[in-house]
């Protein structure tokens, strides 16, 4: 994935006159907007297109990102838009491949950051609303009834509202500079629960999953600076819940199992 608008460097350069792009590179990440890279002799950007209709979430994607970049948090600035394609800059640094203790330290700092700027915030929509769980489950009830059975518990999942979370901080949406982690993607970010944020998180970060010592190291260094703790107990449900809820996003997505069995346990 990563392309499903084609654009050539002519046409970049077209759309950004400001800019002398040299430079462009499709990618294969993400699974519903198209992102390139595109570059000049001296800087790198990331150039998108949403291929959905999400005008309001765009403009709230800008503000939030500015509003976090004021706070002193890595994450990407907005640069440009032209015509439907919108040019961010691009975090220094790569995804982490095996995780180690100051990847999950830097997590946690940032995330224990950054929600304590977000619970004084609120977005246009609530995470887990904007999915219709519900119709998701029926799909997976008639076409994957083994896996609806180990997923059904997900019918009564609601969340508090404790300000606007990412909700999709997996590896591939992290980037670390040395020990400095930035953090991309905020397109989806929705008002939710702090804890599954952190959850969400923790699911590919914490490779061998709920160990201890990952788990507890994350929550050591979060609750220093969070604007509420968050407890094991709570943490270890809600992983679960996490793991499933993105197994039951990918069946239906994928239509197959193979994407969600990773994450079912």
Excluded: C
């Amino acid at each position: 994935m990563g392309v499903k608008t084609f654009i050539s460097l002519v046409d970049v350069n077209m759309l950004f006159p400001a800019f002398t792009f040299t430079k462009l590179r499709a990618t294969h990440e993400g699974i519903i907007d198209t992102t390139y890279i595109v570059s000049t002799a001296t800087h790198s950007y990331i150039l998108k297109k949403y291929e959905r209709d999400i005008d309001e979430k765009i403009h709230q994607d800008k503000k939030l990102l500015k509003k976090l970049k004021a706070s002193g948090l890595n994450v990407p600035s907005f640069v440009a838009s032209s015509e439907g394609w919108h040019l961010y800059e691009k975090l220094k640094g790569k995804q982490p491949k095996d995780v180690k203790s100051f990847h999950i330290q830097a997590l946690a700092r940032f995330m224990a950051k950054m929600h304590k700027k977000t619970a004084k915030m609120s977005a246009h929509s609530k995470f887990i609303h904007r999915y219709n769980i519900q119709n998701v489950l029926i799909f997976t009830k008639l076409n994957y009834f083994a896996y609806y059975k180990k997923l059904q518990v997900l019918r009564n999942l609601t969340q508090q509202n404790d300000g606007i979370i990412h909700g999709d901080i997996f590896k591939d949406n992290t980037i670390f500079d040395g020990e400095k982690i930035g953090v991309i993607d905020f397109i989806d970010a929705a008002n939710g629960e702090f804890v599954f944020d952190i959850a969400v998180a923790l699911i590919t970060f914490n490779t061998n999953k709920n160990n201890p010592y990952f788990l507890n190291l994350f929550l050591n260094t979060y609750n220093q600076k969070a604007p509420k703790k968050i407890h094991k107990t709570q943490l270890l449900k809600n992983i679960k819940l996490a793991s499933k809820f993105y197994a039951l996003l990918r069946i239906n997505k994928y239509k197959n199992t193979s994407r969600a069995k990773e994450l079912i346990f």
